[in-house]
């Protein structure tokens, strides 16, 4: 089938790149989409850190290795993600064998050799990466998150990581990736976080917008704001993770089918946020969406469990949606 220009990639190809978080599964059972559609991947769990060094003396590269190896023979970039996190990382890294604590320098010197690993084994494919993710309080009282990592290494954590990280592989461009980075709250700790790294001479050089976003907010004039507050610190950005729920994260109710209406508003939301991302190309490198199609997203299961949910371009059946066709139109 000829696409043309009516594939995401081209419609975007002197914008930014368009990304999808894909897994092992949807490489093949969504490749009709990816293949046409997307110049970038992530992988939605497979580089994380308990899926790919769940012992210290053991890797798991399997499934991440077929993720780089589909996107190397597709041309595709692809995203890191991600080193430090208060999710998904194993307890072994904080730990001595005899289950006490380890010391600070023992746990950098894991997280060291654990990016040197990676960044070294994916080096031909992976262009960037998310080094810190999550890290900002979500209270109103505190910046930093009460993480693990905050616990067992203090405040100098962040530095540390990007400096490992950067010792690692030096032309590796380094993410700070955060939710809601478009709310006016928490951008406002954020840019302070990033401003402390940057007088620091840390080496980071993005800031991963990952804009779990849902049709009622946050709005554009939001994510202006943001998209300028972070380029004036001289960095660029990158979209990590968007989907565009048709719920607001308090509402709690269940479709069989999405609602017409809904899809609708979900559209515009598309259409006039891809609108402003392409008047800022020259910061915003990396539009990625988290997942390709409706029938494979986590929010499907979160924040309610069992809740259907639409929150992507392509449809159940793997069909360009309205949102889709806003895009096209652009
Ligand atoms: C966070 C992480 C992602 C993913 C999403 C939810 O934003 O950065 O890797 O786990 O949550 O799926």
């Not at 999808?20 to 580089?47: D, G």
């Not at 899809?263 to 969406?289: H, M, P």
């Amino acid at each position: 089938m000829y696409l043309g220009a009516r594939t995401l990639k081209t419609k975007f190809e002197n914008d930014f790149l368009i990304g999808s978080a894909v897994t092992t599964r949807t490489i093949k059972t969504h490749q009709e989409i990816l293949i046409p559609h997307f110049n970038s991947v992530t992988c939605e769990n497979e580089m994380k850190f308990s899926d790919i060094h769940p012992e210290e003396y053991k890797f798991v590269f399997d499934k991440a290795d077929q993720i780089a190896t589909f996107a190397r023979e597709q041309g595709m970039k692809m995203r890191g993600h991600t080193f430090v996190w208060h999710e998904q990382t194993g307890g072994w890294i904080f730990r001595e064998p005899d289950g006490s604590t380890a010391p600070v320098e023992k746990i950098y010197q894991r997280l060291k050799n654990h990016m040197q690993v990676l960044m070294n084994r994916y080096k031909d494919t992976l262009y960037c990466w998310d080094v810190v993710n999550d890290t900002i309080s979500d209270e109103a009282n505190s910046l930093l998150r009460d993480s693990v990592w905050l616990k067992r290494c203090g405040e100098n954590y962040i530095d540390k990581a990007f400096q490992l990280a950067h010792e690692a592989d030096e032309k590796a461009l380094l993410f700070f990736n955060e939710y809601n980075a478009a709310v006016p709250f928490k951008r406002d700790k954020i840019v302070k976080v990033l401003k402390g790294l940057k007088e620091r001479d840390v080496p980071v050089h993005g800031m991963g917008m990952q804009s779990h976003v849902n049709i009622y907010s946050p709005s554009v004039e939001e994510y202006k704001q943001a998209i300028e507050a972070y380029a004036s610190i001289g960095l660029q950005v990158h979209i990590t993770e968007l989907d565009v729920s048709l719920f607001d994260y308090h509402d709690r109710r269940h479709y069989d089918h999405a609602p017409e209406e809904l899809i609708e508003k979900q559209a515009i939301y598309y259409e006039n946020i891809f609108r402003l991302f392409r008047e800022y190309s020259d910061v915003i490198g990396n539009v990625t969406l988290w997942g390709v199609a409706d029938d494979s997203t986590w929010l499907s299961d979160f924040p309610e469990p069992n809740r259907k949910n639409w929150p992507l371009l392509f449809d159940d059946d793997h069909k360009p949606k309205l949102a889709f066709e806003k895009l096209m139109q652009l």
